[in-house]
């Protein structure tokens, strides 16, 4: 089983079981970063130490009986939504060394949870885009086709879920953002 390939409820249901543990499924898809990244290019930051040591919170929150759906399982965010103490550049160099000092309100819900921050995706600079080849950190390449787009503005966002480097991914849509990457890279976009 390569579990960086389960769904959110298959990570939850194999998780309370104890048929893995967070650190693993967390590994699994760091291992799939390291892989695929440096030819898909859906993350800007990947903060391993820090996931693996959220991993480890989170296993013990399942061992104590706290789990909620998003313990203990792997996410990546749109670099455009600020994670706190976090690197976040929404693709733009001028922010290369931006870190936020507050956490946007759908990643800290989805932290409280105990869901495991893995790193943050690529995407059209500042959201000015639709193809997700206009951030000043390369393009976003669709993993199923290399030879075309992910889509944008939240490419990184949906290929990273569609070439399986993390479970599931957070992104924005204004004009379609979400929508046309998910469609793209053939996954669901909400």
Excluded: W
């Amino acid at each position: 089983m390569h579990l960086n390939t389960l769904t959110i409820q298959q990570c939850h249901d194999g998780l309370k079981k104890g048929d893995f543990t967070s650190v693993e499924l967390t590994q699994a898809c760091l291992g799939q970063i390291k892989k695929r990244n440096k030819k898909i290019n859906a993350f800007i930051s990947v903060f391993e130490t820090e996931a693996l040591e959220e991993a480890k919170k989170a296993d013990k929150l399942i061992a104590d009986g706290r789990q909620q759906i998003l313990t203990g399982i792997p996410f990546a965010v749109k670099d455009a939504i600020n994670t706190l103490d976090r690197r976040s550049t929404g693709a733009g160099k001028i922010l290369d060394n931006y870190i936020s000092p507050y956490e946007a309100t759908v990643i800290k819900k989805i932290r409280e949870q105990g869901a495991v921050l893995i790193g943050k995706n690529n995407c059209d600079t500042f959201g000015h885009g639709a193809s997700n080849e206009n951030s000043m950190y390369g393009p976003v390449l669709n993993p199923h086709d290399e030879s075309r787009v992910s889509g944008g503005s939240s490419g990184g966002s949906a290929a990273s879920v569609a070439d399986h480097q993390c479970i599931f991914a957070i992104g924005e849509d204004t004009g379609g953002s979400i929508r046309q990457p998910a469609s793209f890279c053939g996954i669901v976009g909400l």
